[in-house]
């Protein structure tokens, strides 16, 4: 039971990419005491909360298991996943909630059950007098026409109309910068560059007064600053138990985060309550920049996963998991919902609450009309955990990780490094197990701005990232790398079992076409065995699909007949290409990083400029091996690395702590500017570029904007705010 919590804890908890970089640093500096501000936490620090929440929970299942064998890791790719739930082959829409609370239950234990155990899980009351529930209205969406097109860059995004949000934002005059402290808007006026007004974190109002808070991003959409924050339960990590004696129970858990006993009563104790969270949406009028006016704050119950802009809609998305109190005759107890304005909760409605695979917790959906802040338009609710997402605009693509399992009775020899041949002869007897994962897909509409369940599917393996699935024409293409565990299970005399590892199979990619139903219409499998996917781009009816090893093969895929997707070629060069961006001309850019051909280890950044114009002929124009560049936050993060084939610029992250911009012309690839930027509390600072006119702006959300000047690719000022 206990893990099964665990699982579903660590589901819950979904921090960003970017926060990952970030989190041994905000640890540090938290342990040193440099932060005195429970609150003031930095934008990428949610994957430091995760972590310590997931270590925390998980202590007392550690201590306990010194019996147990853990499932095989031989490789990161077959590693048991943090839950794998079946997939519901069709999607189902509750009649009521009492359906709901069906879906839940077995995630759930009885009151009874938790009290004479002691054990750590969430439970339920069979009977709790039933609240009013308000369910969400669908207010008319008022589309805000987009910004006409000038001369500045903006986020560097996936799908073009589709904003994703970010801690820096221009709208080609203002310049607004967020950090753990508030907003700041600076004016760009190249050399002349200057604050004219500030939002201070106090004028973002918790939800709850007793959390802590990250920011997370912002948008900007016409005259409005919309800033996505998220609260955590900053408390002790508690669960509420009924004990006569909660010392005589569990004494290791009677003191609280100020090291003060909480208060014995005959009635609840807590002792390691789940919190999932709030995801905060603060609105902000910034008509005149100058005096910016807080109009709107809401809160979505969940932790934040993701957001998306498109056509005046914000998308919100968070990891819903009930909190430890659930009562069958009260839905607002085991159903999300958002508090508009005015402070009003509004459960989801259960016409639109659906289950999409098992366990205990919900992928909540809201839309937000960016023109009519005050409230959330429409909310969809959907039981079961996602991974990846991917918007095209008109609907979004939700990944669950998933798996089949096989089982057989073996006979297996074994060596001392835990490993097994599977052998009739064998001297030992255990369970085969065979894992072969699978990614389940979910397509939610937007049609009419309203998140609506369309449809769910099923491929085999599992996806990179966003940028493994997109959607074009009416079918939706994804690249996945297919692995196959497995393993033997023997048990021992004692009660417990040990695991015995059995060499994996060879990776093996592929990519799929599905229609919108999301039913595989069109599938090429067998690519590149035995290597990994670093990065994949679909470009109108060509699929392009790096995989690597030791050398990087780029592979051309044409998808314009989607029921038999073919290779049209196949390019293998020295290094990998972690990000791919069409650059125009017939011209693919691509960033990662060089790598020894005997060994596969990596030796520095490396820029490259592929001619895709006969895809069946790729070849690499010019690549430039950074040597003194060993990493780039760009591996990892596209929102990171301004990519502006108009400018012929490039501009990244290097290392921890400068800005590297550079060019690419006839002559290939050229440094053009690195900034060296200041110190930070982090393990190292990290800059945003972008460019406005004949200025490049190098913006360290510390609190130094660094301008240089296009002309000259030399430093104008450093301004600090």
Request: proline share 4%; net charge negative.
């Amino acid at each position: 039971m206990f893990e099964d919590d665990y699982k579903a804890a660590n589901d819950a908890l979904s921090p960003s990419g970017e926060a990952e970089q970030r989190t041994l640093a905000s640890m540090r500096r938290s342990m040193n005491g440099a932060d005195k501000k429970p609150r003031r936490l930095s934008v990428g620090l949610r994957t430091a909360v995760a972590a310590c929440l997931c270590l925390l929970i998980a202590a007392p299942a550690v201590l306990g298991a010194v019996k147990l064998a853990s499932k095989p890791s031989r490789r990161m790719q077959t590693a048991e996943p943090t839950e794998y739930s079946a997939v519901v082959p069709y999607a189902e829409t509750a009649g009521d909630y009492s359906e709901v609370f069906e879906w839940l239950r077995p995630s759930l234990s009885d009151h009874d059950q938790v009290k004479n155990s002691g054990g750590f899980s969430r439970y339920y009351y069979d009977t709790e007098p039933v609240k009013d529930i308000n369910s969400d209205g669908i207010p008319t969406a008022a589309i805000i026409e987009p910004q006409s097109a000038t001369d500045y860059s903006n986020t560097n995004v996936q799908v073009e109309g589709v904003d994703e949000s970010d801690i820096v934002k221009t709208d080609g005059r203002y310049i607004y910068v967020l950090n753990e402290k508030g907003v700041t808007v600076l004016a760009a006026d190249g050399a002349e560059t200057h604050v004219v007004s500030y939002i201070p974190e106090e004028e973002m109002p918790f939800h709850d007064d007793d959390c802590g808070r990250i920011f997370s991003g912002m948008y900007l959409a016409g005259d409005r600053l919309i800033v996505i924050a998220q609260e955590f339960d900053r408390s002790p990590l508690y669960y509420r138990y009924y004990f006569e004696s909660i010392e005589d129970t569990y004494p290791e858990t009677t003191e609280d985060a100020d090291g003060a006993k909480p208060e014995s009563t005959d009635e609840c104790y807590y002792c390691f309550s789940r919190f999932s969270g709030n995801t905060m949406v603060y609105v902000f009028d910034i008509e005149d920049a100058e005096k910016p006016v807080r109009i709107s704050s809401l809160c979505m119950e969940g932790s934040f996963n993701d957001s998306r802009l498109t056509d005046g809609r914000l998308y919100v998305i968070t990891s819903y998991y009930p909190d430890t109190e659930v009562y069958p005759n009260d839905p607002a107890t085991f159903v999300p919902g958002c508090y508009n304005n005015d402070g009003e909760r509004k459960l989801t409605s259960v016409g639109n609450i659906s289950r999409i695979g098992e366990g205990g917790s919900y992928t909540y959906i809201a839309a937000l009309d960016v023109s009519d802040p005050s409230a959330f338009s429409d909310t969809l609710a959907l039981l079961g955990s996602t991974d990846t997402i991917y918007c095209s605009g008109t609907s979004i693509y939700l990944t669950m990780s998933n798996y089949e399992e096989k089982k057989e009775i073996v006979r297996f020899f074994t060596d001392d490094d835990c490993e097994c041949t599977i052998d009739a002869n064998g001297d030992h007897e255990g369970t085969l197990i065979t894992w072969y994962e699978k990614t389940g897909i979910c397509r939610v509409s937007l049609a009419g701005g309203k998140p609506v369940l369309a449809a769910q599917g099923l491929v085999d393996g599992t996806c990179l990232n966003q940028f493994s699935l997109d959607e074009y024409d009416g079918h939706l293409r994804i690249a996945v790398t297919k692995s196959v565990s497995h393993w033997v299970e023997q048990a021992l005399e004692d009660g417990g079992e040990i695991s015995y590892f059995v060499d994996d199979e060879d990776e093996v990619n592929a990519v799929y076409v599905l229609n919108s139903d999301l039913v595989t219409v069109g599938r090429l499998e067998g690519l590149a065995k035995g290597e990994l996917i670093k990065s994949v781009r679909f470009m109108g009816d060509i699929g392009y699909v790096v995989t690597f090893r030791q050398t990087d093969p780029l592979f051309s895929i044409d998808l314009s007949v989607p029921a038999s997707p073919k290779v049209m070629g196949k390019l293998k060069i020295p290094g990998f290409s972690e990000y791919l961006h069409g650059w125009g001309d017939g011209l693919l850019f691509g960033f990662g990083q060089m790598a020894d051909t005997e060994t596969g280890g990596t030796q520095g950044i490396k820029l490259s400029m592929f001619d895709v114009s006969d895809p069946t002929n790729v070849k690499e124009r010019t690549s430039l091996h950074i040597k003194d560049i060993d990493y780039s936050s760009a591996e990892y993060d596209h929102k990171a690395i301004l990519v502006a084939p108009e400018r012929g610029l490039i501009g990244f992250p290097a290392d921890f702590d400068s800005y590297a911009v550079y060019s690419y012309g006839d002559e290939g690839f050229k440094e053009m500017a690195r900034i060296k930027l200041g110190d930070s509390e982090w393990f190292g600072a990290e800059g945003k570029g972008l460019y406005i006119g004949s200025c490049f702006y190098v913006i360290d959300v510390a609190g130094t904007a660094y301008v240089i000047d296009l002309n000259t690719f030399e430093l104008s000022v450093k301004a600090e705010f």
